[in-house]
């Protein structure tokens, strides 16, 4: 089995916003080349 990890850092400018990371994670998924299986955002620090 293969793992990949990647963080994502976001600064914004209030203290609550919702941030659609959609973009983001779709790059990573063929930055890592996975076809097939699980994806897991986990958000850190809410």
């Known amino acids: 089995m293969k793992s990949f ?3 994502l ?3 914004v400018p ?3 916003a919702f941030v ?3 973009r983001q994670v779709s ?3 063929l930055e ?3 076809r097939e299986g ?3 955002v986990n958000a ?3």
Request: positive net charge; charged residues 30%.
């Open 20 to 22: 659609n990371i959609t």
């Open 32 to 34: 890592c080349g996975v």
């Open 38 to 40: 699980l994806i897991l």
């Open 5 to 7: 990890r990647k963080e």
């Open 9 to 11: 850092w976001f600064h």
């Open 14 to 16: 209030t203290r609550r």
């Open 27 to 29: 790059e990573f998924l």
């Open 44 to 46: 850190k620090h809410i």
